[in-house]
């Protein structure tokens, strides 16, 4: 058996890529800071606009939980970087898969459905 196979295909990470709409998108570090301060600035703005409105009509303390509350939310709701992209060991399709660096990870191709291991940079058949 030739080491090709018993590895599977191989998968490159990128620190940036997500996933959005079904589309893997790959950015440079400058696009992402910028996003992301933009985010932060409009995040906090939302949660003080909420506490302060609530603040108003209703109590200080309530206005300021209200207003760490919905922070909270936005901040849970940032987009999470990590692609992994290469071809799948059934398919051969090329496919993008939203993870961290490191671990394992088993998912179903989004192409022929079957299962797919990602270990050691690698994308694997289970």
């Not at 398919?91 to 990870?105: M, W």
Request: net charge positive; aromatic share 10%.
């Amino acid at each position: 058996m030739s080491e090709e196979i018993s590895l599977g295909s191989s998968a490159k990470f990128h620190r940036w890529g997500y996933i959005s709409s079904g589309r893997a998108r790959i950015l440079d570090i400058g696009s992402v800071a910028i996003s992301r301060i933009i985010t932060i600035i409009s995040d906090v703005l939302v949660a003080v606009a909420f506490g302060l409105a609530a603040g108003v009509f209703l109590h200080w303390f309530l206005g300021l939980f209200v207003g760490v509350v919905v922070l909270g939310v936005e901040i849970r709701m940032l987009r999470r970087y990590g692609l992994w992209t290469g071809h799948c060991p059934h398919c051969s399709q090329e496919i993008s898969v939203s993870h961290g660096a490191h671990g394992v990870h088993a998912f179903d191709c989004p192409i022929c459905t079957r299962r797919v291991l990602l270990s050691e940079n690698h994308f694997r058949v289970v």
